[in-house]
């Protein structure tokens, strides 16, 4: 199976909790792991090797361009590598026909199996909505979407590459980023949705993008997630690793890091 992330060394332990989830969960399975990255070091990746099952997970380094997004508006929150899961089809081999991005900030609780094998047909991605009816009516107006199309979180992509590969135009979204830079609230997903919300297969978030807002949203327990939820997204500011954290989801990070030391 083919997974996709973006990150710098800010998130490398998020990485390896994240992955150590991800083969845990799904123990019939080998993954190719591929690291979009502008700066990561050997030294990273063999501290990341330490800590998960080598025999169940091939990470392979993937360098982006030096300048790649160089002008999109970025934050300490929305760090530049956030794009390059836009571009994903451009650096990745071209023998891969599709991939499954995850954030680092997830926990994997369950088989990811049939996300992976959703059909994708004519749509760039699945993906999953937060939002409800009256957000989704307002991020229509606010990014000009499809009437119908779903505003999405993009912690959780099945990319469809040989579509995106030879219909994606780079021209296109950097005009998009251009034209509506002051709108971009959430850049990179405002972008994919603003972009291609009539491409985007729609996926359960209860089930493969929970999050502490749906959890309370549905009057749910952690035991109603577990038995659930394959995937709990920690999105926001809101993380379980920080001491600030307030939720219930993070007995689920608890339990997938207590067994992985601490990276220096």
């Known amino acids: 199976m083919n997974i996709l992330v973006t990150l710098n060394r800010g998130y490398l332990y998020q990485l390896c ?3 150590s989830s991800l083969i845990k969960s799904n123990p019939d399975t080998e993954f190719d792991v591929y690291v979009m990255n502008a700066s990561l070091t050997e030294a990273d990746f063999e501290a990341v090797r330490q800590r998960i099952p080598a025999d169940k997970c091939r990470l392979i380094d993937i360098k982006t361009g030096e300048n790649e997004f160089a002008d999109a508006p970025i934050t300490d929150r929305y760090p530049r590598e ?37 059909r994708l047909d004519s749509y760039y991605y699945a993906a999953a909505s937060h939002v409800n009816e009256v957000m989704r009516m307002i991020n229509k107006i606010r990014l000009g979407m499809d009437d119908e199309g779903p505003y999405i979180n993009s912690g959780v992509m099945l990319m469809n590459l040989d579509l995106l590969r030879s219909s994606q135009s780079e021209d296109e979204v950097y005009d998009y980023i251009r034209q509506n830079e002051k709108l971009l609230i959430l850049p990179d997903q405002d972008v994919l949705s ?20 749906l959890m309370v949203y549905h009057m749910m327990t952690p035991e109603n997630v577990r038995n659930i939820s394959a995937i709990v997204h920690y999105i926001g500011r809101n993380k379980p690793w920080k001491d600030s954290y307030i939720g219930k989801l993070g007995v689920f990070y608890e339990e997938a890091s ?7």
């Open 82 to 118: 956030m794009y390059f899961r836009i571009f994903a089809a451009k650096y990745l081999p071209e023998n891969l026909d599709r991939i499954l991005y995850l954030d680092p900030d997830i926990v994997v609780l369950g088989s990811v199996k049939e996300l992976y094998e959703t």
């Open 194 to 213: 603003g972009l291609y919300s009539d491409k985007i297969y729609p996926l359960e978030p209860l089930r493969y993008n929970m999050t502490e807002r």
């Open 258 to 264: 207590k067994d992985i030391p601490p990276i220096e």
């Open 17 to 19: 909790v994240m992955l």
